[in-house]
């Protein structure tokens, strides 16, 4: 992650107003295109996601984008009559699926934005003219219609071309997605992932809702990620609060974070195996899933770690001896894990099914701002642990893993080192955990806020805004799935179809996380 | 290929005694609320409710299990939290005819639809496949297609762009079939109220046999819900 000098920016006549690692710039709509051009293409700044929020009768904009130790974002008003803004994805392609989102949702018109409509909220079933989440709509009104699928736009147009469907109901224990591959063949030669089938308003359902309740909403919004999501929730409340969390809670925090992390990882490892048709693999890896289930449930009372974040902490303490005995159990259960690790890479078959394929490369990952293991599988290192540092990072030491080859065995290799650094986090903080309370009193305050956290699949932002009452005025999640499924096809063309599911799974990719 | 074997063969069995001994082994289950009549006050238990699942009704404080989704904000909120059971065998029959006829007693063919899941309830179907739970033993198996179906477990609350392939997947099985909702969010809609795009259960779209909640359920409460309906016995000592 580079660093910005922001006098680059005098040339633009804006406000820019620094306080400590937030940047807010003030800009006007006719700015916006070039402004974000220079901060993105020019300085290479990894590009974070669009916040629409609505204020005193006007739309605010809000364009965030991440620099080594600041936040950096970008605020542009317009009157809440205007329903054309100027598309910035000719010059950021990461924000092409964002505006398509907005369209649908707000029913606002992106000028310039090539491919708009159905996204979210599937043509074949919505009118054309719901939208949902203008603050403004009457969401009675709305009669689902149901008409004949409208298909997709073919690009292949070769004699003997065919879309091959998959989905949404398939395979074992899948999610709901679908996708239409366009093939002559063998090869896949176009992939269009239609997602949103599992499309739960979330964001909808929090408006007007307690700031107690929209927590249980973060948690569900991907329940294998649930503490990265509902931390970054609580970050966003805890900075409009100006709460400052004990330093044991953000210490337990840390810890429960890189349990999580390295659960999910064991899972995503367990899926590449069994989509390789390794079989006694997958049941040695699940194991170990299953144990580190358990020692959660143990730890904190549940075993997918709902339900223990809480504004200004922790919602319950866990005990010292609990811990150290807990860290030694993950210990051993990783050493197995290493058994496991190397036997997979002595494996030929195994090997033969995911080097060389899926290839991603680091211009294309930075251009569709893609996050999480999958970039630094590419040698983009966008670890927001390292580069702005939340809770207590800053005091741990670790790597970031990275490799260069953006193949399927880069981001194995990627899951099995995340592992070990979490571990490593995990034991620094077992030697410092301090002693004291876990949650402090809380006062609503009103307000916006913006938390970013880590998450095992990547970059997960938190907008919220608290009006009276301390109920929710807008929430807004940005998830690592979503940029990472908008660069989802380049990784499957140009490959087979037996390599399609193997690439799916080393994404490590959940629709529900996308869908929200 | 096999080292492989060897390395599986060298790990033991580590399956569960259950159904023939119940399974007491510690983090396999968040638990459920109980309630006791004594002297407890659970006004203040019933205000923190973030589902209404506890209630009072005729004086008498109990529990909604269709409706709780373990946020344990009522044994953490301080003091006079409320008891809590490590149990897993809650599921619930809606009707009689819950089960499938005898002839599914050895065997039956399981299909998996996720409706709007978080990933959680879907997550802990799949480990019912792992060596811990081993629903194989039991001659349970999860068929990728829903015409070789006998039953139907939904996970996570319906979305309306979910009902058209739920529905087509329900109508797909043949007869006689059963449906399982599986999760808190599919049996009542837990923390997600239904609106515009999500419905409060799965039963108002297709006819649902038996509930089991949890948000998620653990593997074990799932499994005593496919045994329930495939008639197997169920008694542990």
């Not at chain 1, 592992?419 to 955990?433: A, F, G």
């Not at chain 1, 876990?438 to 997960?460: A, D, F, M, W, Y």
């Not at chain 1, 140009?494 to 799916?504: H, R, T, V, Y």
């Not at chain 2, 039953?151 to 087509?168: A, D, F, Q, S, Y």
């Amino acid at each position: 992650m580079k660093s910005i000098n922001i006098d680059i920016l005098s040339d633009f006549k804006i406000d820019i107003n620094v306080d400590g690692d937030k940047v807010e710039i003030e800009s006007t709509m006719e700015n916006n295109p070039q402004l974000l051009n220079t901060l993105f293409n020019n300085n290479e700044l990894p590009f974070a996601g669009i916040v629409l929020d609505t204020k005193d009768k006007n739309w605010i904009i809000y364009y965030i984008f991440l620099s080594k130790g600041k936040k950096i974002i970008i605020t542009t008003k317009m009157p809440i009559i205007e329903k054309t803004f100027k598309s910035v994805s000719t010059y950021i392609h990461g924000a092409d699926w964002f505006e398509r989102e907005l369209e649908d949702l707000f029913g606002i018109n992106f000028e310039g934005h090539p491919k708009l409509g159905d996204f979210i909220l599937h043509d074949d079933i919505w009118p054309e003219d719901v939208e949902p989440m203008r603050p403004d709509f009457d969401l009675s009104s709305i009669v689902p219609l149901y008409r004949k699928d409208i298909g997709t736009k073919r690009i292949v147009k070769e004699k003997g071309s065919f879309i091959m469907p998959i989905g949404p109901i398939f395979s074992g224990e899948e999610e709901s997605v679908h996708f239409r591959l366009e093939t002559i063949g063998e090869e896949i030669i176009k992939c269009h992932p239609r997602l949103f089938y599992k499309y739960r308003a979330i964001e909808k359902k929090a408006e007007n809702k307690p700031v107690y309740q929209v927590l249980l909403l973060s948690e569900r919004i991907c329940g294998k990620t649930a503490v990265s999501h509902s931390l970054a929730f609580c970050l966003a409340v805890e900075e409009i609060c100006q709460i400052k969390i004990p330093e044991r809670a953000s210490f337990l925090r840390m810890y429960l974070a890189e349990l999580e992390r390295i659960r999910h990882h064991i899972e995503v490892i367990g899926r590449i195996c069994n989509s390789t048709g390794l079989l006694v693999a997958e049941n040695q890896v699940s194991i170990l899933e299953e144990g580190l289930l358990r020692i959660s449930q143990e730890l904190t009372g549940h075993r997918y770690l709902f339900s223990i974040n809480q504004i200004g902490g922790l919602s319950w303490d866990i005990k010292d001896e609990l811990i150290i005995e807990k860290t030694k159990e993950i210990g051993k259960i990783l050493k197995e894990l290493g058994k496991i690790k190397k036997m997979l890479i002595s494996t030929s078959t195994f090997l033969d099914r995911l080097e060389q394929v899926g290839v991603l490369d680091i211009s294309s990952v930075k251009d569709y701002a893609m996050v999480g293991p999958v970039a630094r599988a590419t040698g983009y290192n966008n670890d927001v642990r390292k580069y702005i540092p939340y809770l207590e990072y800053r005091d741990m030491e670790f790597d970031v893993s990275l490799e260069k080859e953006g193949d399927g065995y880069a981001r194995l290799r990627i899951f099995f080192s995340e592992i070990e650094q979490s571990y490593n986090i995990m034991e620094q903080i077992v030697k410092k955990l301090p002693e004291g309370k876990v949650n402090t009193n809380v006062q609503l305050k009103r307000g916006s806020g913006i938390g970013i956290v880590e998450g095992p699949k990547g970059l997960c932002v938190q907008f919220v805004r608290i009006e009276d009452g301390g109920k929710i005025g807008r929430y807004r999640v940005i998830s690592p799935s979503f940029f990472n499924w908008h660069g989802y096809h380049l990784a499957v063309e140009g490959f087979a179809f037996q390599d399609f599911p193997i690439i799916l799974a080393t994404f490590g990719l959940s629709a529900a996380d996308n869908d929200r | 290929m096999s080292r492989w074997v060897l390395t599986g063969l060298s790990r033991g069995i580590i399956t569960t005694k259950y159904p023939k001994k119940k399974d007491k082994t510690p983090g396999i289950t968040p638990g459920i609320p109980v309630t006791y009549m004594g002297n407890k006050i659970y006004e203040k238990i019933i205000e923190i409710c973030p589902t209404n699942a506890i209630y009072m009704k005729d004086n008498i404080p109990r529990v909604d299990i269709s409706k709780c989704i373990h946020c344990l904000r009522c044994i953490r909120h301080g003091k006079d939290s409320i008891s809590w059971a490590m149990d897993y065998e809650w599921a619930q029959a809606v009707h009689e005819h819950f089960s499938l006829p005898s002839i599914f007693k050895k065997s039956a063919h399981i299909r998996v639809v996720d409706a709007g899941d978080c990933g959680a309830c879907l997550n802990e179907v799949k480990l019912l496949n792992n060596p811990y739970y081993n629903m194989h033993r039991l001659g349970f198996f999860i068929t990728p297609t829903p015409r070789k179906a006998d039953i139907l477990l939904v996970v996570g609350c319906l979305t309306e762009h979910m009902k058209m392939p739920l529905i087509k997947a329900y109508e797909a099985m043949p007869s006689p079939k059963r449906v399982v909702a599986v999760g808190t969010c599919s049996v009542s809609g837990g923390i997600f109220q239904p609106d515009f795009i999500t419905y409060s259960s799965v039963s108002e779209v297709i006819p649902v046999d038996i509930y089991v909640p949890g948000c998620p359920p653990p593997p074990l409460a799932i499994l005593h819900a496919i045994m329930m309906v495939c008639n197997k016995e169920i008694n542990p000592k």
